[in-house]
């Protein structure tokens, strides 16, 4: 049982635009503005899209957004592309014995 | 660039030890905190540990304390997980990952750990 609540799988046609979400509590993610979002194709490295809830590092296309409201945060994708197919992961820092906590991760299907 | 090369995992019993390593290249390792982040098959990640730069501050997972031992050599640009009485649930692939911050800059492709009988 992971510490955040993602949705196991979303999906959307290409050009079109979608939202994950990353469900914590007031320990985490309502807590910090510490949240990250990762893209996981299996058998690569990870990579990081989003920092500190709405920061994109160099590189990363500006289709990628963050965002949080209350003890939810929400990576958003628009003008989706087959490329974009992947697992994404959020994480939070926490105020818990374990500082940094996972979501479950969610597969994005672009149909 | 920077690379982050995981290495030493394999099939292992429950009960014995090993050790799973991390070479980093492309930037300055002695200045940046490190992580080790685990992946159970069919499952999300899980931060396992963290250690900061001068290795003076060490973090670790609940469900691997007292096992676990990170550490690092700067002088080798390396990282390394020392991982003691495995269980099946310690079944996963390991991953390094750079701190910057708060978040995890960069990572490698990760190592295969398998426990079993």
């Known amino acids: 049982q992971s510490a955040l609540t993602q949705p196991a799988s979303v999906s959307g046609s290409p050009g079109q635009s979608i939202t994950i979400s990353c469900t914590g509590t007031?320990?985490?993610?309502?807590?910090?503005?510490?949240i990250s979002w990762y893209q996981h194709h299996p058998g690569k490295a990870p990579k990081l899209m989003i920092y500190e809830v709405t920061n994109r590092p160099s590189g990363v296309p500006d289709r990628f957004s963050g965002s949080k409201s209350g003890n939810t945060a929400s990576l958003t994708i628009s003008g989706l592309q087959a490329e974009d197919e992947a697992d994404y992961h959020c994480?939070?820092?926490?105020?818990?014995?374990?500082?940094?906590?996972f979501g479950g991760g969610t597969k994005l299907t672009v149909l | 660039e920077v690379q982050l090369v995981e290495s030493g995992g394999g099939l292992v019993q429950p009960g014995v030890s090993l050790r799973i390593s991390c070479a980093a290249s492309?930037?300055?390792?002695?200045?940046?905190?490190m992580h080790w982040v685990r992946q159970a098959p069919g499952k999300g990640l899980e931060w396992v540990s963290y250690i900061s730069s001068s290795a003076t501050t060490i973090q670790y997972a609940d469900s691997v304390r007292g096992r676990f031992t990170i550490s690092r050599d700067n002088a080798k640009n390396s990282l390394y997980l020392q991982m003691n009485s495995l269980r099946d649930e310690d079944t996963a692939v390991y991953f390094c990952?750079?701190?910057?911050?708060?978040?995890?800059?960069?990572w490698g492709q990760g190592t295969l750990v398998t426990v079993s009988s």
């Open positions: 007031s320990s985490d993610v309502g807590a910090y503005n510490y």
């Open positions: 990952a750079r701190g910057g911050g708060y978040r995890f800059d960069s």
């Open positions: 994480t939070s820092y926490s105020s818990s014995s374990t500082p940094w906590v």
């Open positions: 492309g930037f300055i390792f002695s200045t940046y905190n």
